[in-house]
């Protein structure tokens, strides 16, 4: 899968001193085009994320858009692989926010 993220603007002037009054948080979204099947397949595709997202949502701390772009073979692998995934890709956001604001995109597997 491949993860997209993006330092929303409004944490960004939070840190400079604007004030805000917009929640800070990650907002997680999926894009799953027709390529990868069915809406059968996409449906089981987009609970699998979400779940694996639940389990492993870091606690509020950045600010950022994030965008989980999975591969089809996130049907054929095990949930706790999808999860430790996620997971690792969380794990990087969270780093690379906190060493720089800015957007990128964070590769896994």
Known sequence: MTVFYWQRPEAVAKAAGVNTAVASGLRIGFTLGRALGGAVLRNRMKRRLREAVRLTRP????????????KKSLLTVDFAEVVNEVSRAFVVIEQKLAGKAGAGQANVR
Not at 63 to 68: E, L, T
């Open 59 to 70: 606690a509020e701390g950045a600010s950022a858009d994030v965008v989980i772009n999975p």
